[in-house]
C-alpha cells in the first residue's frame, strides 16, 4: 500500500521494474494510474500476445465502473476481480466449467487444445463449447461469440496464480525504487553488469533521478 510505489509506476518511471519494463507497458501503466496490487496483476497478465486487445478496456473500466459489464450474469463470480473481462487462464476454465458445463478434466482438455491451436481440436471444441452453452440457456449466437472470445486470448493466457507472483515482485521492486533509489540502481547496475546496453540504460536512469554514478 505505499503511495510513493504507485506514483512511482503512474508516472512509467520502470527502469529496472521487474516485468514492468519495454517500451508499452509503462505508456498503459501512466493510462492506468494503477492503485493496488491487483491492478499490476491485471496488467503483467494482459500484456501478452492474445489478450493485450483488452488493455484499453481494463484501463476504461477501472477509471469508471459504469461501465464494468458480464458477458453473463453468472460470469459476475469469477470475473468481479478482473471488471467482468476474460484476464486470467482461469476466467476461461470457470468459464467453459460454470456456462458450457465442462467437467475439470474436460477443461484442462480444452485448454491443452487452445495452446496447440490444432484446427480438428479446436473445430471438435467449438462444437462442445457452444452445445453445452445452449444447454445452459445461452443463444447459439451468442455462445459462438463468447467462443470468439476466448480462443484467441487461451493459448497466451497467464494463470491467476502467476501473474500474482510476478506483481509481488513488480510492486517490491517499485517499492525499492521509489523509496531507496539509491541503493536500487546500485542493485540493479550490479545485477546486470555482464549486459551492456541495461547498464547504458541504468547510467541514464540514474542521471534523470539525479544519481551520480
Request: aromatic residues 10%; charged residues 25%.
Amino acid at each position: 500500500s505505499d503511495k510513493k510505489a504507485f506514483e512511482l509506476l503512474a508516472k512509467g518511471e520502470t527502469m529496472g521494474i521487474f516485468q514492468l519494463e519495454g517500451s508499452g507497458m509503462p505508456r498503459y501503466l501512466v493510462e492506468l494510474k494503477p492503485t493496488n496490487i491487483i491492478d499490476i496483476q491485471a496488467m503483467v497478465a494482459l500484456y501478452r500476445p492474445g489478450p493485450m486487445s483488452e488493455i484499453p478496456e481494463y484501463i476504461l473500466r477501472k477509471h469508471n465502473p459504469k461501465k464494468i459489464q458480464y458477458f453473463d450474469p453468472r460470469m459476475k463470480d469469477f470475473t468481479e476481480q478482473s471488471l467482468g473481462l476474460l484476464v486470467y487462464q482461469d476466467d476461461v476454465l470457470l468459464t467453459v466449467i460454470n456456462l458450457a458445463g465442462y467437467s475439470w478434466e474436460e477443461a484442462d482438455k480444452f485448454r491443452k487444445a487452445m495452446g496447440k491451436k490444432i484446427p480438428s481440436e479446436m473445430a471438435k471444441q467449438k462444437g462442445r463449447f457452444v452445445e453445452g452453452c445452449v444447454q445452459n440457456g445461452i443463444r447459439r449466437d451468442k455462445a459462438e461469440k463468447l467462443f470468439s472470445l476466448i480462443a484467441p486470448f487461451a493459448a497466451y493466457g497467464f494463470n491467476k496464480a502467476h501473474a500474482a507472483s510476478y506483481a509481488m515482485v513488480a510492486y517490491q521492486t517499485a517499492y525499492m525504487k521509489a523509496n531507496f533509489p539509491v541503493e536500487f540502481m546500485a542493485a540493479v547496475m550490479t545485477a546486470e553488469s555482464d549486459n551492456t546496453d541495461k547498464i547504458a540504460a541504468a547510467i541514464e536512469e540514474c542521471k534523470r533521478l539525479g544519481i551520480v554514478v
